[in-house]
């Protein structure tokens, strides 16, 4: 049974090294951590199954940190939550736990008086598309990501 739990800085500076790392700077992972397991207006949640981490999610209140090359403001986006992250094991995709953890976080964002949740992800990332049409997520904007030679895209979901 898959259980969704809030992240301290412990297990979420554990479930970001294994699924996305490793990092040459473990020290700035751990600072950019603690910033979703210490403020009022962050949340991250973990998910594990038998004592293992297979995903991890991290959502804030209200998002100032655009990526670099984003539209900026975000038009009608100023009511809505962000998901910063998401990550799975990449062995457990596909079996809906994105879907589970997705749903976490919007529902607090909810709980919050978010009107919807935006999120980005680079454009040529296919099961990220898939995941967030799925979720009933909807592409709104498309971006060069800084001056890197790639494109980003911008979904949104109401409720």
Known sequence: ???????????????????????????GLWNEVKKYTQGKDRRAWILVKDNQVLGYIECKLNESDLPLGAPSPLQGLETFGHVARIGVRKEERGKGLGKQLLKEAELWLQSQGKSGVWLDYLADNMSAEILYSHCGYQDISSFKDGDKDRIRKIAVKKW
């Open 1 to 27: 049974m898959n259980l969704i739990t809030e992240a301290n800085e412990k297990q979420l500076f554990e479930a970001r090294f294994v699924i996305d790392g490793p990092f040459p700077n473990p020290q």
